[in-house]
């Protein structure tokens, strides 16, 4: 609930500050660029206008000289008038106001210079060749002075006198407003940048537009060339930072505000829905088959309520099943308990069956040698009476007695397979010669054996050459203790997969008449002696199932 309360507020609230900063980039930087579209405007008005007026100076000083005869008889070589000439440009340059004003012949040398009087009769014949070069005819001159330099907006005219052409350079001092000086707008900032120095960025600015001006500097020595400054104007963007920022804590308050209201309401409204459902969830947690005393009774109207008298419901219905499945699980062990036992008694009574039919035989075809026969088969009869009479007792008890202890697996063969059948036909034995002894429980053992040979010898009908191989043999564990293996094999029908998979199970039976528990008792019982039990069969070829029982100790085995 936190997280959907705090999308949907989120999401629209960061859009209208993503919006609101947008607008303002967009709306600020378009009313910049037409400010300084309009500083730039101004900078190259001023800079026509200057043009303009040394141009004007430079032509009233022209129409001046070509009527000064003494200036003509100067330049005519008249040595009474050359201290006259000397002193001209000075004189010219502080009457039209310039602050550069230089007279140079067709061959460049200097007849007269107003800014600096000891330039006289120096050769600069590059000057006004670059001069006229410039565009507009409006060069930035830097030029000597007696002081320093002087750094002037600079124009060239001429004059012809007595067939001769004279060049007149001159011009104004830059406006330091003009070239870098206080803006007249605070946001801007005009910013002069002479050749071969790096652009310099002014923290919380940018560079909006570029002027370029000829550039000619007279006071690096010979060599005078031409070359390029620009004149930056730049706008400041302290402005739209304060702007982003003020809409940024404003943001940031409204997500604080709104992050803590989301709390709020989700923990509110949790209480309200997730604490019934959590004591719903602790009292349905204790439901068990055992206990069925939980209460879900509630006097709420709403989705939890309904919820609640649906539990109770199924509570009722819950505690009616409880009472038929007690009773079907009663009949169920009871059923099992039975079949288990007319199972045992069925193996029990098979030797005595045998013993009997074989005695009448005797007695109808050589009542003579009865005395003999019975007394020779009387070990079964009393070894089957035994069994059943362990049974009896280990049933009596409601669960059956476990002796482990040394038991000689090679006689228990031997007296099962001579109890299944009293002339061995179909069943063979391979014992060990060391007599393996394994540490179990002889009859349980005995059991085992009887229901896998059964099985193996009621495998074998329908086959006349069919029988039944019964092995034991001591086998090294590898890493872990020896182990004594009992193995079952016939050449029997066999089982498929899908047989296999099943014939562990209780009451599954592929034998009409069988109980389906012989192997379910055999798997039971081997776990019970800590073995293991393994099968190999295929359809048509018999079936071979290895058992695996523990070992008895050194000394009951000397024993």
């Given at each position: 609930?936190?997280?959907?309360?705090?999308?949907?507020?989120?999401?629209?609230?960061?859009?209208?500050?993503?919006?609101?900063?947008?607008?303002?980039?967009r709306?600020?930087?378009?009313e910049?660029?037409?400010?300084?579209?309009?500083?730039?405007?101004?900078?190259?008005?001023?800079?026509?206008?200057?043009?303009?007026?040394?141009?004007?100076?430079?032509?009233?000083?022209?129409t001046?000289?070509?009527?000064?005869?003494?200036?003509?008889?100067?330049?005519?070589?008249?040595?009474?008038?050359?201290?006259?000439?000397?002193?001209?440009?000075?004189?010219?340059?502080?009457?039209?106001?310039?602050?550069?004003?230089?007279?140079q012949?067709?061959?460049?040398?200097?007849?007269?210079?107003?800014?600096?009087?000891?330039?006289?009769d120096?050769?600069?014949?590059?000057?006004?060749?670059?001069?006229?070069?410039?565009?507009?005819?409006?060069?930035?001159?830097?030029?000597?002075?007696?002081?320093?330099?002087?750094?002037?907006?600079?124009?060239?005219?001429?004059?012809?006198?007595?067939?001769?052409?004279?060049?007149?350079?001159?011009?104004?001092?830059?406006?330091?407003?003009?070239?870098?000086?206080?803006?007249?707008?605070?946001?801007?900032?005009?910013?002069?940048?002479?050749?071969?120095?790096?652009?310099?960025?002014?923290p919380?600015?940018?560079?909006?537009?570029?002027?370029?001006?000829?550039?000619?500097?007279?006071?690096?020595?010979?060599?005078?060339?031409?070359?390029?400054?620009?004149?930056?104007?730049?706008?400041?963007?302290?402005?739209?930072?304060?702007?982003?920022?003020?809409?940024?804590?404003?943001?940031?308050?409204?997500?604080?505000?709104?992050?803590?209201?989301?709390?709020?309401?989700?923990?509110?409204?949790?209480?309200?829905?997730?604490?019934?459902?959590?004591?719903l969830?602790?009292?349905?947690?204790?439901?068990?088959?055992?206990?069925?005393?939980?209460?879900?009774?509630?006097?709420?109207?709403?989705?939890?309520?309904?919820?609640?008298?649906?539990?109770?419901?199924?509570?009722?219905?819950?505690?009616?099943?409880?009472?038929?499945?007690?009773?079907?699980?009663?009949?169920?062990?009871?059923?099992?308990?039975a079949?288990?036992v007319n199972?045992?008694?069925?193996?029990?009574?098979?030797?005595?069956?045998?013993?009997?039919?074989?005695?009448?035989?005797?007695?109808?075809?050589?009542?003579?040698?009865?005395?003999?026969?019975?007394?020779?088969?009387?070990?079964?009869?009393?070894s089957?009476?035994?069994y059943?009479?362990?049974?009896?007792?280990?049933?009596?008890?409601?669960?059956?007695?476990?002796?482990?202890?040394?038991?000689?697996?090679?006689?228990?063969?031997?007296q099962?397979?001579?109890?299944?059948?009293?002339?061995?036909?179909?069943?063979?034995?391979?014992?060990?010669?060391?007599?393996?002894?394994?540490?179990?429980?002889?009859?349980?053992?005995?059991?085992?054996l009887?229901?896998?040979?059964?099985?193996?010898?009621?495998?074998l009908?329908?086959?006349?050459?069919?029988?039944?191989?019964?092995?034991?043999?001591?086998?090294?564990?590898?890493?872990?203790?020896?182990?004594?293996?009992?193995?079952?094999?016939?050449?029997?029908?066999?089982?498929?997969?899908?047989?296999?998979?099943?014939?562990?199970?209780?009451?599954?039976?592929?034998?009409?008449?069988?109980?389906?528990?012989?192997?379910?008792?055999?798997?039971?019982?081997?776990?019970?002696?800590?073995?293991?039990?393994?099968?190999?069969?295929?359809?048509?070829?018999?079936?071979?199932?290895?058992?695996?029982?523990?070992?008895?100790?050194?000394?009951?085995?000397?024993a």
């Amino acid at each position: 609930m936190f997280g959907a309360i705090l999308l949907a507020v989120l999401i629209p609230l960061g859009a209208l500050a993503l919006g609101v900063r947008r607008e303002l980039d967009r709306r600020l930087t378009r009313e910049y660029q037409a400010r300084v579209e309009a500083m730039a405007a101004v900078l190259e008005s001023d800079l026509r206008r200057e043009s303009g007026l040394v141009e004007q100076r430079l032509q009233a000083i022209v129409t001046q000289l070509s009527k000064d005869n003494r200036f003509r008889l100067a330049v005519q070589g008249d040595v009474a008038s050359r201290a006259y000439l000397l002193d001209l440009a000075g004189q010219a340059m502080r009457l039209s106001g310039l602050a550069l004003l230089q007279v140079q012949d067709s061959t460049g040398r200097i007849l007269s210079s107003g800014h600096f009087r000891n330039e006289f009769d120096r050769l600069e014949p590059q000057l006004p060749r670059l001069l006229e070069s410039g565009p507009d005819s409006l060069v930035l001159l830097r030029a000597r002075t007696p002081d320093s330099a002087v750094l002037a907006l600079a124009r060239i005219d001429s004059i012809r006198i007595a067939g001769r052409a004279f060049k007149i350079s001159g011009g104004v001092k830059a406006d330091p407003r003009l070239l870098g000086g206080p803006p007249r707008d605070s946001s801007l900032a005009v910013r002069l940048e002479y050749p071969g120095t790096a652009t310099t960025s002014v923290p919380g600015s940018r560079i909006v537009r570029e002027l370029r001006l000829p550039y000619i500097d007279l006071t690096t020595g010979p060599g005078v060339t031409m070359d390029t400054a620009r004149l930056l104007v730049t706008q400041s963007l302290d402005a739209l930072e304060f702007l982003r920022n003020g809409v940024t804590r404003w943001f940031l308050l409204a997500l604080a505000l709104t992050v803590l209201v989301a709390v709020l309401g989700a923990a509110w409204l949790s209480a309200l829905v997730s604490r019934p459902l959590r004591d719903l969830a602790e009292k349905t947690a204790r439901v068990d088959l055992d206990r069925l005393d939980q209460s879900f009774a509630t006097e709420r109207s709403d989705e939890i309520g309904s919820l609640s008298r649906l539990l109770a419901d199924m509570m009722d219905r819950l505690r009616a099943s409880s009472v038929r499945v007690r009773d079907a699980e009663r009949r169920a062990a009871i059923g099992d308990l039975a079949r288990q036992v007319n199972h045992d008694i069925k193996n029990g009574l098979a030797p005595i069956r045998n013993v009997l039919r074989h005695l009448s035989q005797v007695l109808q075809q050589d009542p003579a040698a009865l005395p003999e026969v019975f007394e020779a088969r009387r070990s079964t009869l009393e070894s089957s009476v035994e069994y059943l009479g362990t049974l009896a007792r280990n049933y009596d008890r409601l669960a059956p007695g476990m002796e482990r202890k040394a038991c000689d697996v090679n006689a228990i063969v031997q007296q099962v397979v001579r109890n299944i059948s009293h002339d061995g036909a179909g069943i063979r034995t391979q014992l060990a010669p060391q007599q393996p002894l394994a540490l179990a429980d002889a009859l349980m053992v005995r059991r085992i054996l009887e229901n896998l040979v059964g099985n193996a010898r009621d495998s074998l009908s329908g086959k006349a050459d069919g029988e039944v191989t019964v092995s034991t043999e001591q086998v090294a564990g590898g890493p872990g203790p020896d182990r004594v293996r009992i193995t079952v094999a016939d050449t029997g029908v066999g089982m498929s997969e899908s047989e296999l998979n099943r014939a562990f199970d209780d009451f599954y039976t592929t034998k009409s008449g069988g109980t389906g528990l012989g192997l379910s008792i055999v798997r039971r019982l081997i776990l019970d002696l800590d073995g293991t039990l393994r099968v190999d069969t295929q359809p048509g070829t018999g079936t071979r199932v290895v058992v695996e029982l523990p070992p008895a100790p050194a000394n009951e085995s000397r024993a």
